[in-house]
């Protein structure tokens, strides 16, 4: 089994900065690829980015253009803890944010992730 912890979150203010961590445990060598969504009240859960390994390179695949040049995913090879930093936020970007890991198939969609996160709650708000 592989479990997911999220934390991070919290209420900031516009144009403020956070730093989401995502931490597996458990069978973590089934954790190589994992992605970030965020799920807002009355909405779909929403991709945000996705990072994967190949041949050895950590490497981060395509951010969700809704977020792109805002948002970045990270990963930490020794511990395999994963990054989701959020810059310039929004009152749009409220929502809680989850982790997973993407079993392959399509990346942008959630029904390609196993072991999810509970999540952590961003709040934008002035």
């Known amino acids: 089994q592989v479990q997911l912890a999220e934390s991070g979150g919290g209420l900031v203010q516009p144009g403020d900065s956070l730093r989401l961590s995502c931490t597996p445990s458990?069978?973590?060598?089934?954790?190589?690829?994992m992605g970030w969504f965020r799920q807002s009240p009355g909405k779909e859960r929403e991709f945000l980015g996705v990072?994967?390994?190949?041949?050895?390179?950590?490497?981060?695949?395509n951010i969700s253009p809704a977020v792109k040049g805002r948002f970045s995913i990270s990963r930490d090879a020794r511990t395999k803890i994963m990054y989701l930093q959020m810059n310039s936020l929004k009152t749009e970007d409220t929502a809680i944010y989850y982790c997973?890991?993407?079993?392959?198939?399509?990346?942008?969609?959630?029904?390609?992730?196993?072991?999810w996160g509970r999540g952590t709650q961003v709040t934008v708000s002035s």
């Open positions: 458990g069978r973590t060598f089934e954790t190589s690829n």
């Open positions: 997973a890991v993407w079993r392959g198939g399509t990346y942008q969609s959630s029904s390609s992730y196993d072991y």
């Open positions: 990072s994967y390994w190949i041949t050895g390179v950590i490497y981060t695949a």
